[in-house]
Every structure is written in C-alpha cells, then in structure tokens.
C-alpha cells in the first residue's frame, strides 16, 4: 500500500539557519505530495502541495519539489524563523478519486532565536 | 468561510461513559475524515465518508467506536464505552472528492479519558 517515511527528528535550528525535511513515498499510480504543518496547539493546515512530476510547491519561503524518479518530496527553507517552531508532515494523496491522505510520523522542528 | 468546525474542544470523561464529537464540515465540500493523534501513533485516519457514505472505516479502533454522517453538514464520532487509552486528540477534516484536493482540519477535539 501507499506509504510516506520521513526523517526522524526532532530537529532544533538556530534562527536563520537553512532547513531541510526529507521525506519519501511509496504509491502506486500518481499520487499527489503535500506538505502540512501543525503549530502548537492547533489542527493541522496545508503548507503547499504538488501534483504531478517536476511540480515545485512553494509558500511562506518554503519549497518541495515533486521527483518522480527519486520518490521524494524534501521540504526546504533557506532562512527559518523562531516562528516556523511547528510539527511537519509530509502526505500523499493517492490518484483514485476518495482523496485520502496517507501521512508521515511528522517531525518537531523547533527554531532558536 | 468558517472552517471546519468541531465540538466540544476538551472532553474530560471517566471510563466506562459514552462520549461523542461532533464536526461541521465546509459547506461544498462532500468528502469527511475523522483523525486520532497520540504520542504514540501518530497521526491514524478512523474512516472517512463521500457524500455522507462511509467509504473506508478499516482504521476504527475497535467496535466501541461509531461514526455517522447523517447530511452533508453534520458528523459524529461516539465512542461507547470510553477507555483511558482512547484519550487522544481527534481531527475532522473535510475536502471535495478529488485526489489533490487539500483536507481542511478542524482545530481538534482533546478526550481525556479518566
């Protein structure tokens, strides 16, 4: 079945400091890749996404880009910020037309002033 | 638009007792997930419904737990009886039916279960 791994964590960085998340997938078909982040206390809301191969999403100086040929959906930020202090996870949405997301364990990035 | 909505926002219960949550999906969206989120697991989709139908509920817990979806803008989650170990925080989220149509979360349900 579909499956989405992502790197262990937590991650502690120091303000200004570049940020990657790696994350991976498994699915059949072609599935569409986003990227969700819950702040404290909060549900869970979309960060960005991406549909099909090549696709780069991208929001608040966030960015993924959809690889096919690696199966990878790393998320980058070049300058974080202490309030990028959040949960991430990574989710793929299989091609049938349910819409359910398969998820990641997510991962605590917490950001240092 | 308001968003998805979810009631109560903190449940505290003692074991043995029925508990229900309740969510308001966005209005237009026909598709509804119920989420649990622990330490432990994670994050784990309960089931999900299209058009107020069940499509998927093989990630229920166990026969102590219910979900219904009786109109478009109205769905339970029930949990009879409760266990401490069903204390979690419980999402709903809703989205229309397309495979890269994003989920909209509610601001989650915390159960305590004494």
New interface residues.
């Given amino acids: 079945g579909d499956s989405v791994t992502q790197m262990e964590g937590p991650v502690t960085l120091s303000e200004e400091a570049f940020l990657t998340i790696n994350c991976t997938y498994t699915a059949t078909g072609y599935p569409s890749l986003f990227w969700y982040v819950q702040y404290p206390g909060e549900g869970l809301q979309l960060l960005l996404k991406a549909t099909k191969a090549d696709d780069k999403g991208s929001n608040k100086g966030f960015e993924a880009t959809y690889r096919k040929e690696t199966t990878s959906f790393h998320l980058e930020k070049g300058s974080v910020q202490v309030s990028d202090s959040a949960v991430y996870f990574c989710a793929l949405s299989d091609s049938g037309a349910n819409s359910k997301l398969t998820f990641g364990k997510g991962i605590t990035l917490s950001v240092r002033p | 638009d308001a968003g998805?909505i979810q009631s109560p926002r903190h449940e505290v219960t003692e074991m043995g007792q029925e508990v229900t949550l309740r969510c308001k999906p966005i209005s237009g969206h026909n598709?509804l997930?119920w989420y649990r989120q622990t330490m432990m697991r994670?994050?784990e989709?309960l089931i999900?419904f299209?058009n107020n139908v069940p499509?998927?509920d093989s990630g229920m817990p166990e026969d102590r737990f219910s979900a219904k979806m009786p109109n478009a803008s109205f769905s339970t989650l029930k949990i009879q009886p409760s266990e401490p170990r069903d204390s979690a925080v419980y999402?709903c989220?809703s989205?229309?039916?397309?495979?890269?149509?994003?989920?909209?979360?509610?601001?989650?349900t915390r159960l305590t279960v004494l």
């Fill in positions: 998805v598709s997930f994670g994050l989709l999900y299209n499509i998927d999402f989220a989205s229309t039916t397309s495979g890269s149509d994003t989920q909209y979360f509610g601001p989650g």
